[in-house]
Structures are given as C-alpha cells and as structure tokens.
C-alpha cells in the first residue's frame, strides 16, 4: 500500500485520541439523587417545669445580734498581764510539790485550833484548823500560784493565803499585811472576803471542787486571781514603803481539811513594769 494511503487511513484514528485527551469525549459523571429522610417529623420542643407559687411569704432573716465583750480591767492589761507573760517563759524560782515533809511550811501557833493537823499525802499538803508560814520566800516581789482543794464544805472561818512585808500578819489593824479568805457555800459557789493596806472586799464567787489561785505582789500593786479570772486589785504605796526584816506568806485552814498542791514563786524583783 502505497504511504499516502496508509497516511490518510491513521489520521481519523489519531484525531480521535487528540481529542480524548482535550477531555472532549470525558463522560460526566452522573448526578446523585437527593437523600429523602425516612421522618420528617420536627425534633419535640422541651417544655420547662413551672414551680407552684409560694403559699407563704419568708420574713427577712433578723439581724444578727452584736456580740458586747467586756473589756478587761486596766490594771489586768498595764500591770498583771506583762507580769504573767514574762514568767510563763521561765521556770519557777521556788517550787513545793509535797512529796515530803521539809521545814519551808512552820505551822504558826498563834492559829492552832484544838484539833489542828498537818500532814502530806499524794502530792498535797492537807491542812486542818491551822496555818502555816512559808520561810522561802526572802523577796518581796512575786507571783505565787497554788492549787486548792477543799476536801469538805468549811463551816468555819473558812481557809486561804494571808501575806505581809515583813511588819505584820492578817489581823486587820496593820497597814501593810493583806488577806484573802474564801468559803464554800454550796457544791460550787462560795464567798470571799479581802482585806489588804485598809481596803476591804466581800463578794460571791465561783469555786470548783479544785482551784487555781494566784497572787502577783509588785511594789505598792498587788493583784488576786481564781481560775485564772482577775478577782481582786489594791494599789498603795505604803505596802512598799513600810517593810520589815522579810517577807511573810501563810496558808491556812479552817476547821475543815483544805489541800495544796503545785506551790510555786517567781521572783519578780528585777521585772520592770510600767
């Protein structure tokens, strides 16, 4: 066949893939039918829950009431507090547990009943219509606790510390010895009586089976304490001024039995205070 022939029989053909290629012969691709959803029910509308109307209606809370504290004495927070915050970081300069007999209790005759008794038992010094002096105590600024316990109800003169500077002891007439006197009336109240540089102090107290008592003495300032609760305050001078060879401290009973225990002093001569 001659080459012009077989020329002219191959250009149809080439043609045809030209044009495939140019995409003129691409087939489209088919449309997809839309998706009809099986319910065409509309989603439920919620309804919310309606709360019935109060029957009643509430009062405003009342205002709470304002708590009124009682402030604390002026010589409690200038004169007792300072001193009892200094000597809690030290220990005691004297200290009696009672664990045996020694001579720093003198029993004073001058205040021995018919059946007076001394003795130690467990710890505590029981004392029964007596009174007894304290020889330890060389200085005349202190602070002594003791605890107490009265074994019974006291019918009598009942029983306490009594304490001076040296010129004279708890009879009333002298201007620098001081007193303090209590008396169990019931289970757990009682009376107490006071008595210090001329000044006098009568009242109701609460007492506990077993107590704490303290005295701070500082110059002329003198300060007593039940259960760590201020009780009594004197301020003289002459408790300074007039003083004698040394100090005296006593404790006594009446006709009942008392118990002490825990005695402790702290010397506070060196302690300046304002």
Excluded at 35 to 59: G, K, N, Y
Excluded at 174 to 195: E, M
Excluded at 230 to 241: A, G, I, M, S
Excluded at 255 to 274: C, D, H, Q, R
Aim: aromatic letters at 12%; charged letters at 20%; a negative charge.
């Amino acid at each position: 066949m001659p080459y012009k022939s077989r020329l002219q029989m191959a250009c149809p053909f080439m043609a045809v893939l030209i044009l495939l290629a140019c995409g003129l012969f691409t087939v489209p691709n088919p449309t997809p039918a839309p998706i009809q959803p099986t319910d065409t029910a509309a989603p439920p509308t919620e309804t919310p829950t309606r709360l019935p109307p109060p029957t009643a209606t509430l009062q405003p809370p009342s205002p709470r009431a304002t708590i009124t504290t009682t402030p604390a004495p002026e010589w409690v927070t200038d004169f007792a507090e300072p001193i009892l915050a200094e000597i809690s970081s030290r220990p005691p300069d004297l200290e009696d547990n009672f664990g045996w007999d020694t001579d720093a209790w003198e029993i004073s005759h001058r205040d021995v009943t018919v059946n007076w008794k001394k003795s130690l038992k467990n710890g505590e010094m029981l004392l029964t219509g007596v009174t007894v002096q304290n020889h330890s105590i060389k200085f005349y600024d202190y602070v002594v606790e003791v605890n107490i316990r009265p074994t019974r109800q006291t019918t009598d003169h009942g029983y306490g510390i009594e304490f001076s500077n040296g010129m004279g002891d708890f009879s009333g007439n002298n201007i620098v010895s001081c007193g303090i006197r209590f008396r169990n009336n019931t289970a757990n109240s009682g009376t107490f009586f006071s008595y210090c540089v001329g000044q006098q102090f009568e009242g109701e107290i609460t007492l506990r089976p077993a107590f704490l008592f303290r005295l701070i003495v500082k110059g002329g300032r003198i300060a007593i304490y039940v259960e760590d609760k201020p009780l009594v305050y004197y301020e003289d001078d002459r408790y300074r001024l007039y003083r004698g060879s040394a100090p005296q401290f006593y404790l006594g009973a009446g006709a009942e039995a008392i118990a002490f225990s825990n005695f402790k002093v702290w010397n506070i001569t060196k302690l300046e205070v304002p």
